[in-house]
């Protein structure tokens, strides 16, 4: 069964860092990739697309970012652990969301087809 739990949301001010874990269970590396993803404010209402922002590969951990993200964004994980990881430095107002991981790779606005969502983590950064 998938089950992915986010944590380490929080409010920061512009310029710093902050970390994300997502824990994950055994099965989710079997999948291709496991990605990070963001509601900004406005998503939240509508509810129904993200922003795919960080994704790695499970096999071989080859990492891809969107624009807006890289350079200041790194994913890793700990296999041994079931653990992954967003680390955001210089943080930017425009990073305000509720962020979710997920056993999928995606770049972008859309509405991704993925049922097994956790609860997310919010975070708030402040100018």
Known sequence: QVQLVESGGGDV????SLTLSCAVSEVVWDYRA?????????????????????????????TYYAASVKGRFTTSRDTA????????????????????????CGLGTAIYQ??????????????
């Open 34 to 62: 496991l990605g990070w993803f963001r509601q900004a404010p406005e998503m939240e209402r509508e509810g129904i697309e993200r922003d795919g922002i960080a994704c790695a590969t499970s096999r071989d951990g080859i």
């Open 13 to 16: 001010q512009a310029g710093e």
């Open 81 to 104: 652990k079931n653990m992954v990881y967003l680390r955001m430095d210089n943080m930017k107002p425009e990073d305000t969301g509720v962020y979710y991981c997920g056993a999928l």
């Open 114 to 127: 993925y049922d097994d969502w956790g609860r997310g983590t919010r975070v708030t950064v402040s100018s």
